[in-house]
């Protein structure tokens, strides 16, 4: 293996917690940091295919994409579950958290020839696993954006996987579709740690998308995606029933607000004793 680690830092305090993760590779890397500058232009994923559009990857077998990723503050929901705190960033680094992790994710892409980036199986994600309308509008426009840049049907991408997060490892031929395909020009700037349905979150689709442009599939370190997806399903179903049956809320407007099938039952201004 000959691998490629591109390592961006937007928050510094958390730099320790991914040089960590790599100390636990037990192969050779050359690594290369990014970080966003001053106007944060296209979060971790415009840094990222900037280094892909002048790295040489005929040096290269596979390349580790790693980045410092916040906690979340407001709950996120996919694959069935209300993600917050360090869960979505625990589950990301989970494929070199440990020699014993990494080995697994080593070896997944190692061993099948079919399989072109290994990510932790909470964050692969299809439409289907995105929740609102807003985040299934990106899928398809991903789709539309990726048919037009990679040149392959729409048709064979409305099923593809894309990993939320962005950290992976992935071998070079999933990639090589997004070299030379993205410019500075495509990604806003932003002063913030997000912006809401930016080309940013488009690309992360597209860059999962590349790996079926290339014929090749995401999956897994460890046991079946596909098992693990209806797992996922499932667990969708009962929370959209559990939600419909009661909801606990805290409002934009600042109100707590308590719904039994869908209807309002009590409310409450936060910090009223009322």
């Known amino acids: 293996m000959k691998l490629a680690v591109v390592l961006h830092c937007y928050y510094p305090e958390l730099r320790a917690e991914l040089d960590a993760c790599l100390s636990n590779l037990d192969v050779p890397y050359d690594l290369f940091v990014t970080d966003a500058g001053s106007d944060n232009r296209g979060f971790d994923i415009w840094p990222f295919l900037r280094v892909l559009n002048g790295l040489d990857l005929s040096k290269y077998t596979h390349v580790l994409k790693l980045h410092t990723k916040r906690d979340v503050a407001v709950p996120v929901g996919f ?91 992935a071998r070079v031929e999933a990639l090589y579709p997004l070299q030379g395909r993205f410019s500075e020009a495509d990604f806003e700037v932003s002063n913030s740690a997000h912006l809401s349905n930016s080309f940013a979150h488009v690309a992360e689709r597209l860059i999962g998308f590349a790996v079926t442009a290339a014929g090749l599939r995401i999956e897994c370190p460890a046991g079946d995606l596909a098992s693990r997806r209806r797992g996922f399903r499932r667990l969708q179903r009962w929370n959209s029933i559990r939600e419909f049956l009661y909801q606990d809320r805290v409002t934009s407007r600042g109100f707590r607000m308590v719904k039994i099938c869908k209807i309002p039952v009590w409310h409450q201004k936060i910090g009223s004793n009322a």
């Open 79 to 169: 694959n069935g579950c209300q993600v917050e705190g360090s869960v979505w960033r625990d589950w990301l680094l989970s494929i070199v958290r440990s020699p014993e992790t990494w080995a697994e994710t080593k070896a997944r892409i190692l061993n099948d020839g079919s399989v072109g980036m290994v990510a932790a199986a909470e964050c692969i994600l299809d439409r289907r696993s995105t929740e609102g309308r807003e985040e299934r509008t990106m899928f398809d426009e991903a789709v539309v954006e990726a048919s037009r840049r990679f040149g392959t049907p729409q048709e064979n991408l409305r099923a593809a996987n894309f990993v939320g997060g962005t950290m992976f490892l």
